[in-house]
């Protein structure tokens, strides 16, 4: 179980300002449960992600997961970026190991786990490749691999599929979601995509804009392994939509002035928009 209560952060600028990217933030994520971050550029998803993958520090509030302090990096929690950050001298293979490696696990059993993964999403004809060799889909995949490799409790995902193409973000919602509820891994994910977060998510909370806090809780009522054809998830997306237009609108107005305005009915509910497009 993640914890999270009354946190703020305020980061401090080169001109000798600050500016406060979250404000007294309070949420719990049960165990094995899949919930989503969604707002406006800006307002402090993945500074949140940060501070519970012990990346940053909070000036106020507390983070506990399983009832202990989060204060620091931890085997407990693993990252997934929006950049797959292989490394390029290593297989497809070896990096999946490389953690595993640095835990002194014998090399047998660490190429035997890691295979294990590699499987489980679909990698094992390119166990050998190195990663210049595969698409960026496949980058990706084998950066989910590398981190279920080593067993966290805890999935903390940073935008893992905002730079693929809408194919392949397709095809990983589906092996991401077969991953989930093999391993029931308590996942906190943070994207841009209202589709996304709704086809994936138990949860999506949606985030005002900076300084951020929990505007709105969607609970996501569908049954799984989730239909994008279902009544349920479309009505959550133009729900989400709704709640976020003032929002888009608060963007919108900082970068172009009071005189801009969006009519909820004039920005897309395309379920595959994401947020803040054409802006």
């Given at each position: 179980?993640?914890e999270?209560?009354?946190i703020s952060k305020?980061?401090?600028q080169?001109?000798?300002?600050?500016?406060?990217?979250?404000?007294n933030?309070s949420?719990?994520?049960?165990?094995?449960?899949?919930?989503?971050?969604?707002g406006p550029?800006?307002?402090?998803?993945?500074?949140?992600?940060?501070l519970v993958?012990?990346?940053e520090?909070?000036?106020q509030?507390?983070?506990?997961?399983?009832?202990?302090?989060?204060?620091?990096?931890?085997?407990d929690?693993?990252?997934?970026?929006?950049?797959?950050a292989l490394?390029?001298?290593l297989?497809?293979?070896?990096n999946?190991?490389?953690g595993?490696?640095?835990k002194?696990?014998?090399?047998?059993?660490?190429?035997?786990?890691a295979m294990?993964?590699?499987?489980?999403?679909?990698l094992?004809?390119?166990a050998?490749?190195?990663p210049?060799?595969?698409?960026g889909?496949?980058?990706?995949?084998?950066?989910?691999a590398?981190?279920?490799?080593?067993d966290?409790?805890?999935?903390l995902m940073?935008?893992?599929f905002a730079?693929l193409?809408?194919?392949?973000r397709?095809?990983?919602?589906?092996e991401?979601?077969?991953?989930?509820?093999?391993?029931r891994?308590?996942?906190l994910?943070i994207?841009?995509?209202?589709?996304?977060?709704v086809?994936?998510?138990?949860?999506?909370l949606?985030?005002s804009?900076?300084p951020?806090?929990?505007?709105?809780?969607?609970?996501?009522?569908a049954?799984?392994?989730r239909d994008?054809?279902?009544s349920?998830?479309?009505?959550?997306?133009r729900?989400?939509?709704?709640?976020?237009?003032d929002?888009?609108?608060k963007v919108?107005?900082?970068?172009?002035g009071?005189?801009?305005?969006?009519?909820?009915?004039?920005?897309?509910n395309?379920?595959?928009?994401?947020?803040?497009?054409g802006?």
């Amino acid at each position: 179980m993640i914890e999270i209560k009354n946190i703020s952060k305020t980061f401090h600028q080169r001109t000798g300002g600050t500016f406060t990217a979250i404000d007294n933030v309070s949420l719990t994520i049960e165990k094995g449960e899949f919930v989503s971050l969604l707002g406006p550029s800006g307002c402090g998803k993945s500074t949140l992600l940060n501070l519970v993958a012990g990346l940053e520090q909070a000036e106020q509030g507390t983070i506990t997961v399983n009832g202990k302090p989060c204060s620091s990096p931890g085997p407990d929690r693993v990252v997934v970026f929006q950049e797959h950050a292989l490394f390029p001298w290593l297989t497809v293979l070896e990096n999946v190991a490389f953690g595993l490696k640095q835990k002194g696990i014998g090399k047998k059993e660490r190429e035997d786990l890691a295979m294990e993964q590699i499987k489980a999403v679909h990698l094992s004809k390119f166990a050998d490749r190195y990663p210049h060799e595969l698409s960026g889909g496949m980058k990706q995949r084998a950066a989910i691999a590398r981190a279920l490799a080593m067993d966290p409790e805890i999935l903390l995902m940073d935008e893992p599929f905002a730079a693929l193409d809408e194919q392949t973000r397709l095809i990983l919602h589906k092996e991401l979601e077969e991953i989930w509820m093999r391993t029931r891994k308590t996942i906190l994910f943070i994207t841009h995509n209202i589709r996304e977060a709704v086809i994936l998510s138990d949860r999506v909370l949606v985030m005002s804009t900076r300084p951020g806090t929990i505007k709105k809780e969607f609970v996501v009522q569908a049954a799984r392994p989730r239909d994008y054809a279902d009544s349920v998830l479309h009505h959550v997306e133009r729900s989400i939509m709704d709640a976020l237009a003032d929002e888009l609108e608060k963007v919108v107005k900082e970068e172009m002035g009071d005189e801009y305005s969006i009519k909820k009915r004039s920005v897309s509910n395309s379920s595959l928009d994401s947020v803040g497009s054409g802006i």
